[in-house]
């Protein structure tokens, strides 16, 4: 073979290399605009539906407990039609859960909007449980972090705008709002509360055509089809003795450390707007926190492409991660509420890191199983259902500050699993 036919081949790979890249990327763009909606969205429908702390942490809980629910599904669909199409059926399954959001404010209705939620997280099963094995596989294993970290920058970035267009639809005057909603008869509030309902009517409209669209650009993309990783592969060979994802402990193991940590990312991101009007922060100020917290994990994002794997690898970086993490929920706990709610958004720098780092780790030697234990690592975002939650329930009952004792069990988890777990291949 001529040398121009080679490098016209190494051309053409790495074009489609960087197409895919670019592809997925756009994905993870529309997994953080969706998913940190709920920052803004909690506090907004705490006020609309008039709920307690812990009714309006249902946004979290009805979101991210669609990923337990249907993450193993996902992977039956994603047996049946690929990659490529479940993409596209994933944001298919989205667009009909924001358009449910649509009688949900007409009637202000609490119900229909977790039901628009839990299928809007129904359709990002389905695409988080193909585009991370995806973005894994793609290119060498030892270079996955930095790929999902460039991954999880669209993300963050996405996320971080999301709150602040959001908010500038349904709560740009909520100081005002409220104030004025305390001298209204009950009839006028009713109205008022109505048309506040009715804001989020036309946001979500548009995100129902955009993701339509966005999955008819999926279907006739450039994206290869890929398949999970040869069995023949020397990695994979201790796989073929295996009968059952459950023969992997470090694939269990790194399912429990995720549910720990999508606990804590979402705690950090999704109740901060929450805790800070807790202490007296004006609305006008609180709803750009999830921002901040968001704007602290793309720094750790941006960190962890520069580092890994050339100064630190993946492991150390998930251990730093942990340890960090620890620390700042000292800071969280024991501060001053100002720099309390601080230290919060900063857990977004040492949580930014720990996806990337674990995803590879647990599915690393599972050969014929990856797409299984994909589904079982997406489950694992049910941790942002549950323990969020967890954080409601404590702040209506206690403090909202001391409920941040839930972050400490999260990150001794993701220390012991970067420490140790990760390496068990036997149960023995």
């Excluded at 993300?155 to 267009?165: C, F, R, T, W």
């Excluded at 339509?212 to 073929?240: K, Q, V």
């Excluded at 000292?330 to 720990?354: H, Q, R």
């Excluded at 500050?401 to 390496?423: D, E, N, R």
Aim: glycine share 8%; net charge positive; aromatic share 14%.
């Amino acid at each position: 073979m001529s040398s121009d036919t080679l490098s016209s081949s190494a051309n053409s790979a790495k074009f489609n290399y960087i197409i895919s890249l670019t592809i997925i990327g756009s994905l993870f763009f529309i997994f953080g605009f969706v998913t940190w909606l709920n920052g803004i969205l909690i506090p907004y429908l705490k006020i609309a539906c008039e709920l307690t702390n812990f009714q309006a942490l249902f946004v979290a809980f009805a979101f991210y407990i669609s990923y337990t629910v249907m993450a193993l599904p996902s992977s039956w669909v994603l047996k049946k039609t690929g990659f490529k199409n479940g993409m596209m059926a994933g944001l298919w399954v989205m667009a009909i859960g924001t358009l449910i959001f649509v009688p949900a404010a007409m009637t202000r209705t609490f119900g229909l909007f977790l039901t628009g939620l839990f299928v809007m997280g129904t359709g990002l099963a389905i695409l988080q449980t193909a585009s991370n094995p995806y973005i894994t596989i793609i290119g060498k294993r030892e270079t996955a972090a930095r790929r999902i970290s460039i991954m999880g920058i669209c993300n963050k970035l996405a996320g971080a705008i999301a709150p602040l267009i959001l908010a500038y639809f349904i709560l740009h005057d909520g100081d005002v709002f409220i104030t004025n909603l305390k001298s209204m008869d009950p009839d006028a509030k009713m109205i008022a509360l109505n048309g506040l309902a009715y804001r989020v009517i036309a946001p979500y409209l548009v995100m129902t055509v955009v993701l339509f669209l966005l999955g008819l650009m999926i279907r006739f993309s450039p994206l290869p089809e890929i398949d999970s990783e040869p069995e023949e592969n020397p990695d994979n060979l201790a796989a073929s003795n295996k009968k059952s994802i459950f023969a992997f402990p470090h694939l269990i193991l790194g399912a429990i450390a995720l549910f720990f940590y999508v606990g804590a990312e979402v705690m950090a991101g999704d109740t901060i707007i929450r805790y800070g009007i807790s202490k007296g922060i004006a609305i006008s100020t609180a709803k750009a926190f999830t921002t901040y917290t968001l704007i602290a994990m793309v720094v750790g994002y941006i960190l962890g492409i520069a580092l890994i794997p050339k100064v630190i690898s993946q492991r150390i970086a998930l251990l730093i991660s942990a340890v960090l993490g620890i620390f700042l929920t000292v800071g969280v706990l024991f501060a001053d509420w100002n720099t309390s709610v601080m230290f919060v958004a900063i857990l977004g720098f040492a949580n930014a890191i720990v996806w990337p780092a674990i995803w590879p780790l647990a599915i690393h030697d599972l050969g014929k199983f990856i797409k299984t234990g994909s589904a079982v690592l997406i489950m694992a975002i049910a941790g942002g259902a549950l323990l969020p939650l967890a954080w409601g329930w404590w702040s209506d009952h206690f403090n909202s500050q001391q409920a941040y004792w839930i972050l400490f069990p999260c990150y001794l988890v993701i220390l012991l699993y970067a420490s140790w777990w990760y390496k068990l291949r036997s149960w023995k």
